[in-house]
């Protein structure tokens, strides 16, 4: 099923608009192109970010993550505690037609203790 892309990302980002989480979007050269709600107030200090290199605002040990994410189509994840708050962040590939078009960064608080389930 083809999907009309004629509105551009924000129209068919628009579900992500009101999750209770900050969801960033960059292409394959690091620009940044999609951040919903949460993330524009996440990261409002730094002013409007569409369209900016997201290798600007990170370590060199962030970046070679990037790199290492945008090369190898793998997944990066982790914990952080900041301001008071813990956060389990997400990145991953998104891919267009099969290929790394670039990556999609999820943030999102998650209780102090979070419970834990062994399914298998």
Request: glycine share 10%; hydrophobic share 35%; net charge neutral.
């Amino acid at each position: 099923m083809d999907v009309d892309c004629s509105c551009g990302i924000e129209g068919i980002m628009d579900w992500a608009q009101e999750m209770n989480c900050a969801v960033t979007v960059c292409d394959a050269e690091g620009v940044i192109v999609y951040m919903n709600a949460p993330a524009k107030v996440l990261y409002k200090k730094h002013g409007d970010l569409i369209g900016k290199d997201l290798m600007g605002c990170h370590s060199e040990r962030s970046k070679d993550i990037i790199r290492h994410i945008l090369s190898t189509g793998e997944s990066n994840s982790y914990t952080i505690s900041k301001q008071g708050q813990r956060k389990m962040i997400y990145q991953t590939p998104w891919r267009r037609n099969g290929v790394i078009a670039g990556i999609v960064e999820i943030s999102m608080v998650i209780p102090q203790t979070l419970p834990h389930y062994d399914r298998g």
